[in-house]
């Protein structure tokens, strides 16, 4: 496995207003060989898979709980990690009924759930019970690399 073009991590409180810092961070890998249009999908998946852990996963938990998120950016991809310490939850079930409720014009939530996926070439939602955190991992290929 190649080793990555660029790496960083940054952990800060179970806040929403703690976004723009998350956000200013992500900044940097607005760089080759990312083109615009994919750092800023990324941009709004990060903004997603955040916004999910504070409003979601931390929800009965005290703002001080970390969120770490870390980007490594290869030559053909870019890959993401949110960790929250919620309880958890079953991504592909969760999908599974979103698709099922998608034929409702006015679905109660759960489309930035669907709109990673369609993004994202690879996503996953994992208790890493080690850790006793979750982890949202996210992949995008830059290129029309093979996914098989």
Known sequence: MTPALSTSRIVVNS???????????????????????????CQLVLTEGFTNAVRHAHRDLPPATPITVEVNVFTDRIEMRIWDQGAGFDLNRKLQELDQTLQDPEPEGGMGLVFLQKFADEVDYQRHSEQQQNCLFLRKYLTAVATA
């Open 15 to 41: 806040d929403i207003n703690a976004l723009t810092q998350v956000l200013d961070w992500f900044a940097q890998f607005n760089v080759p060989p990312l083109t615009y249009e994919v750092w800023w999908f």
